[in-house]
Each structure stands twice: as structure tokens, then as C-alpha cells.
């Protein structure tokens, strides 16, 4: 299990590397948005450690995300700008119980996306090809949400979330 999360960990390092010393093409660009959501996804999987229905619920969120990130302006926050989207589509078509944690997971997508364009900066400078690059952050975080929960990315990601909760009771 620890493996699982230490590859994902190790390919996501070694994107970065390849990001800062070499030309990628498009391509490898958008292969590397779909490792970031997956690692994204896996990590606040592992945090919050959702149901099912809530993994539904979020994958829901990303699809929103993708769909919309077309209309976010080159050097704009995604945050930003499609935050009030979401929190719409949220308010509109989500349950109440499921509200919160679909915030939480549209913020977190969001939050992920703005943090890898500011790292990246010149993969935003195209709007057209930024909305690609969103889709296929979208694509590797619906990868994870729809992951069962033996999967060993999974199964690493939520290994310490029993602990977590145990950290959680003892500071209440």
C-alpha cells in the first residue's frame, strides 16, 4: 500500500522535474494534469475518507469544472471564477446532506488546478489549451473518485485516516 502512494507520489516529482528542465509537448502536459488530479483526488480521499455517494456526489462537482473551464480567462483564478458556478449547480441539484462535502470537493479540485497554473504559469497562457489541461486534471480526479476502495491507491491514501479520526476525537 505504502508503495502505491509512494509511486504516485514519485511520478508526480518526477513530472515536476520533467516540467522545469525539459519541452513537453501538449500532450505529455495534459498526461501530467490527469497524474495531478489522480494524486489530488487519492489525497483528499485519504483526508475526509467519503462514501460512496459522496465520491458521487464529487465526481459530479468535477464534471461541472470540466465542463466550464472554458469561460475562465487566461491568468484568471479558477477559483474564482468558477467557484460561484459550482456553488449554483451545488445549491440548485445536490441534496443538503451532500452539500458541504461537495464544496469541499469542488474547492479542492479548484484550489489543485489554480495551484498547478501557478506553478506552471505557461500552460495558462493559452485559454483553449488550459481548458484541455483542466479537463485532464478533471479526468485523473474522476479517475480516483470512481477507484474502489481495495484499490491500493485507495487503500494507501485512507491508511491513515483511521489515525486521523482518532486525532480528531481526542482533540474534541
Known amino acids: 500500500?505504502?508503495?502505491?502512494?509512494?509511486a504516485c507520489a514519485s511520478a508526480v516529482l518526477a513530472a515536476v522535474v520533467c516540467l522545469t528542465g525539459c519541452k513537453l509537448s501538449n500532450a505529455q502536459v495534459k498526461a501530467i494534469a490527469q497524474q495531478a488530479g489522480i494524486?489530488?483526488?487519492a489525497m483528499w480521499i485519504g483526508i475526509d475518507n467519503p462514501t460512496i455517494d459522496q465520491k458521487i456526489v464529487a465526481n459530479d462537482v468535477v464534471g461541472i469544472i470540466k465542463t466550464n473551464a472554458s469561460i475562465v480567462a487566461s491568468g484568471t483564478s479558477y477559483y474564482v471564477v468558477l467557484n460561484p458556478v459550482i456553488s449554483t449547480?451545488?445549491?440548485?441539484?445536490?441534496q443538503d446532506q451532500y452539500k458541504p462535502i461537495a464544496k469541499l470537493?469542488?474547492?479542492?479540485?479548484?484550489?489543485g488546478v489554480d495551484t498547478f497554473f501557478a506553478m506552471y504559469p505557461q500552460y495558462a497562457s493559452n485559454t483553449t489549451f488550459a481548458a484541455e489541461v483542466v479537463g485532464a486534471y478533471c479526468d485523473g480526479a474522476s479517475i480516483a473518485l470512481a477507484?474502489?476502495?481495495?484499490?491500493?491507491?485507495?487503500?494507501?491514501?485512507?491508511r491513515?485516516?483511521?489515525?486521523?479520526?482518532?486525532?480528531?476525537?481526542?482533540?474534541?
Do not use: E, F, H, Q
Open 105 to 111: 470537493a469542488g474547492g479542492w479540485v479548484l484550489t
Open 147 to 158: 477507484m474502489s476502495s481495495d484499490d491500493p491507491v485507495i487503500k494507501a491514501a485512507t
Open 160 to 172: 491513515g485516516s483511521v489515525d486521523g479520526a482518532k486525532v480528531r476525537k481526542a482533540l474534541k
Open 89 to 94: 449547480y451545488i445549491d440548485k441539484n445536490v
Open 1 to 6: 500500500m505504502r508503495k502505491s502512494l509512494v
Open 39 to 41: 494524486a489530488s483526488a
